[in-house]
């Protein structure tokens, strides 16, 4: 069975840093894309960063030149540098990736449980 495990949120004061990482582990043959989301209270989900299997990367404009969404395949793991954090990054980040599991497992997308980033002074 795939799991996504997140680890690296807390609290941190406006203008500070925080890196998220996120492991994969269980029966995996493929990742393709990896990708954080976050939803802040009483909003929805939202896209924040992807990278694809060979390194193309994506950012909401809300994050452009403050966050860095890299990867390390022989872990299985995605990181989120987030630099110059703002009240607005509050939010319970996600991990997320697209899986071909090994054996007879069906590709498919898997997410995390979830870690709160929260910025604040």
Known sequence: ?????ESGGGLVQPGGSLRLSCAASGSIFIIYTMAWYRQAPG????????????????YADSVK???????????NTVYLQMNSLKPED?????????????GEGRRGTYW???TQVTVSS
């Open 1 to 5: 069975q795939v799991q996504l495990v």
């Open 43 to 58: 909003k929805q989900r939202e896209l924040v960063a992807l990278i694809t299997g060979d390194g193309s990367t994506n």
């Open 65 to 75: 030149g403050r966050f860095t969404i890299s990867r390390d395949n022989a872990k």
């Open 90 to 102: 509050t939010a319970v980040y996600y991990c997320n990736a697209n899986i071909l599991p090994g």
């Open 112 to 114: 995390g449980q979830g």
